[in-house]
Nanobody, 121 residues
Framework: QVQLVESGGGLVQAGDSLRLSCAASGRTGNAMGWFRQGPGKEREFVAAIGWISGTTYYADSVKGRFTISRDNAKNTVYLQMNSLKPEDTAVYYC????????????????WGQGTQVTVSS
């Protein structure tokens, strides 16, 4: 069973940047993804990366502002978030999936505990 631990969240102002980290212990699936859940909202897909290929895909709402990357040696996935907006405020979760390509949270398992990102206007 893989364990995922997110870190790097915080309180920032609109336009600022943050980098989230997700450290994995154990065997992950072929894809690693980031999701987020804002207050009163459903959990939504943010970005994902192929663990071996490094191929990425993003939600339209973050494309061009967020970058997902991974460090295989450190078993860690990152989410660089630039030009943050108040609507990016959410708890951010990382998760792993056996197959690359899905945006559905139900296809991802082994969720981390989440890290809070708050963007003030």
């Amino acid at each position: 069973q893989v364990q995922l631990v997110e870190s790097g969240g915080g309180l920032v102002q609109a336009g600022d940047s943050l980098r989230l980290s997700c450290a994995a212990s154990g065997r992950t699936g072929n894809a690693m993804g980031w999701f987020r859940q804002g207050p009163g909202k459903e959990r939504e897909f943010v970005a994902a990366i192929g663990w071996i290929s490094g191929t990425t895909y993003y939600a339209d709402s973050v494309k061009g502002r967020f970058t997902i990357s991974r460090d295989n040696a450190k078993n860690t996935v990152y989410l660089q978030m630039n030009s943050l907006k108040p609507e990016d405020t959410a708890v951010y979760y990382c998760a792993t999936a056996p197959l690359w390509g899905s945006r559905r949270s139900s296809d991802f398992g082994s969720w981390g505990q989440g890290t809070q990102v708050t963007v003030s206007s």
